[in-house]
């Protein structure tokens, strides 16, 4: 077995879900993280256990936070309404601070391990206006983990790795169907029910049936 190992941010959607599978493909030891942070679609960790036990994951972590604590956002506010159409700017949508919290503690994780490499499946191409999954954040919180860790500082350091940035939705389902995804496991809705069935109408519902399309591949969304 490889001795190198990656710690794979997992929401349990169909982009996380891909780059464990690009990370597996590359011969890394993969152990996955999700967070249950607050967030109005639970459910989607519920998909995240099952696409870690479908890819193989060494271990999934599962780690509590209270960003709803903090609010301002769509995901973790269930008085502020999740948008069914298109909206100009950074949507209501986008929670505050979380790809940094989130990397941060992978990063805390990867040290343990003495891991090298953290994965995320943030996209430039089809993301929905987040500036944490802008190429310009990765760089920069590659930087930042180099300066503020004993690895990056006495060690070989880390690697932030964005597979995803540049690749259009139905690119990202055909490498994910190349390496074994089963989508079917995935949930990517923001108002999922409790069974995960999708509505169909949020931005990343939208996203995500685009992306079947244009990748000329059925989508096997459940919709409530």
Known sequence: MSEKKAVILLSGGLDSATVVAMAKAEGYQCYSMSFDYGQRHRVELQAAERVAQQLGVIEHKVVGLNLNGIGGSALTDLNIDVPESPSEGIPITYVPARNTVFLALALGWAEVLEAQDIFIGVNAVDYSGYPDCRPEFIEAFERMANLAT??????????????????SKAQIIQAGLANGVDYALTVSCYQADAEGRACGKCDSCRLRAEGFANAGVADPTRYF
């Open 150 to 167: 004993k690895a990056g500082v006495e060690g070989e350091g880390f690697r932030i790795r964005a597979p995803l940035q540049y690749l």
